[in-house]
């Protein structure tokens, strides 16, 4: 049975890192892995922001803005490889900086066809990234072969956020992968690239190689699901935030997809669901602390002793609030109101409703003008950018009383809205105003886990 392992960008940022990563591989063969592996980190930044300078007309700019990461792909190869090995890689990305040139140039100059042309372009951090790990893999002994993730992820063809094809993925990952790994070697493959059926290039959207490892775990059925990153599993709140945030050792599926839906950067929202599909334990590791367990996310559900198991935020949000006498007592009401997000494609992610008011909260406002337009036909409308939502987590909430008071009282002093409670009642979520998000995280942090800290502490 097999594992896959996905290594994210700052678990393959240079040398030492790339290093670290051939001896948690290397000593994990009996597992039969499969190695799915992120741009190196800042790279698909930079080919972003390349892309932006492209359209801009600042072709120049555009390929200077690449110069530091393609070197830092360079400096690996010739820190490690032997001789032949790292002339070789070095040529290669000398060609691939050349491609790129090329594409940039087009992106400027093909207005029609910069979706198509930007994919192509982002392809080129996953597929270096994954050539020089196999490389490097090879190097310190291990049977690697880079497997090209575009013949294995097959997806429509929605440029930026593709959505795969389970039918054909399957299909094609089985063929790609089963006879390699029957004959012990170690598949390489970039994550968050795919292909349509056609052969075009796609992304899954950013921070998608999480979602890679995921359908590759489905597909072949594995053991596990891996996600080695730069932190030690999923923490109690965003370290960047909170920086006493804990471990947890165990989520359930449900309370991983939550918070990674409302911020836990950790985890792409989208990772959960083929490991729900597949039954399989996604495990998610730090990279520089690799004998750590750090957290196991599957089935079995366990209510936390404290409850409250995690509290994660994302800011830059927008709510819409609709007003409308006509909703009450009509049908087909919620329908119109939801079919003009459809059209715009929008996704919405809180919901709150009320008799005659509907308040939802929106990540991507770019369609916003628009939206507000058709809105108005319906009802009042009252938008209100830079909010937040901060989400609380844990299986223990479900039939818990006073949870919510005590969320609500810890933070009284902030204006609340859009409360909600999802189905599951696993989660308590709510918008407040973007400015004081940090403060009010720390808050619900100390209110809910600063006792298990200091119990941490003075364990022996
Ligand atoms: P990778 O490059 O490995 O995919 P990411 O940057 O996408 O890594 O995700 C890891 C980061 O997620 C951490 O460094 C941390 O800053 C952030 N993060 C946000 N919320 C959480 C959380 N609840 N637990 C762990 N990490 C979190
Ligand atoms: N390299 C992509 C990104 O930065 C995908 C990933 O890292 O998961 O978004
Ligand atoms: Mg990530």
Redesign the pocket.
């Known amino acids: 049975m097999t594992i896959v392992m996905?290594?994210?960008?700052?678990?393959v940022a240079d040398k030492n890192a790339f290093e670290r990563v051939a001896q948690i591989v290397a000593a994990r063969l009996e597992g039969s892995p499969v190695v799915v592996v992120?741009a190196m980190?800042g790279t698909t930044d930079a080919l972003l922001l390349g892309a932006h300078l492209a359209e801009e007309g600042s072709i120049d700019a555009a390929v200077g803005a690449l110069a530091e990461v393609l070197e830092r792909h360079k400096s690996v190869a010739a820190g490690i490889l032997s001789n032949e090995q790292a002339g070789d890689m070095v040529a290669h990305i000398d060609r691939a900086a050349e491609d790129i040139a090329r594409l940039l140039r087009r992106i400027s100059e093909e207005l029609q066809n910069r979706k198509v042309l930007k994919d192509a372009l982002l392809a080129y951090g996953e597929m270096l990234s994954s050539n020089l790990l196999a490389e490097v893999l090879r190097e310190r002994g291990v049977m690697a072969q880079q497997v090209d993730a575009r013949q294995c992820i097959i997806t429509n063809d929605e440029h930026g956020s593709a959505s795969p094809s389970t039918p054909e993925t399957y299909l094609q990952t089985q063929t790609a992968l089963a006879p390699l790994i029957a004959s012990g070697v170690v598949p390489v493959l970039g994550g968050f690239i795919g292909a349509t059926s056609k052969g075009i290039t796609t992304t899954l959207g950013r921070?998608g190689?999480?979602y890679t490892a995921a359908l590759i775990g489905a597909t072949l059925q594995t053991k596990e699901i891996q996600?080695?990153?730069?932190?030690t599993?999923?923490?109690?709140?965003?370290?960047?935030v909170f920086p006493k945030?804990q471990t947890?050792k165990r989520l359930s599926y449900a309370e991983a997809a939550e918070?990674a839906y409302f911020?836990?950067?950790?985890?792409?929202p989208k990772t959960i669901q083929p490991a729900i599909e597949g039954s399989i334990p996604v495990r998610?590791c730090n990279?520089r602390a690799p004998e750590e367990p750090g957290t196991i996310v599957c089935a079995q559900t366990e209510t936390s002793p404290r409850t409250v198991k995690?509290?994660?935020h994302k800011a830059g949000v927008t709510t819409v609030q609709i007003t409308s006498a006509r909703m009450l007592g009509a049908y087909g009401f919620l329908r119109a109101l939801f079919e003009v997000f459809e059209r715009h494609r929008t996704v919405v992610d809180v919901v709150t409703t009320s008799e005659v008011s509907v308040s939802l909260s929106l990540d991507d406002a770019t369609a916003l003008p628009e939206i507000v337009a058709e809105l108005q036909q319906l009802g009042t409308v009252r938008v209100e950018k830079g909010r937040a939502i901060i989400c609380v987590v844990g299986e223990g909430l479900r039939g818990t009383p006073g949870i919510a008071a005590r969320v609500f009282s810890t933070i009284n002093d902030i204006n609340v809205t859009l409360i909600s409670q999802g189905a599951s009642s696993i989660n308590l979520t709510f918008a407040i105003e973007e400015e004081r998000v940090n403060e009010a995280v720390m808050r619900l942090h100390e209110a809910f886990f600063s006792h298990e800290i200091a119990n941490a502490r003075v364990a022996p």
Request: aromatic content about 6%; cysteine-free; hydrophobic content about 45%.
């Open positions: 996905k290594f994210g960008g700052t678990s992120s980190s921070g190689s999480d996600i080695w990153t730069d932190v599993g999923v923490l109690t709140a965003d370290p960047r945030a947890i918070l911020g836990a950067k950790v985890l792409h998610i990279s995690a509290i994660a």
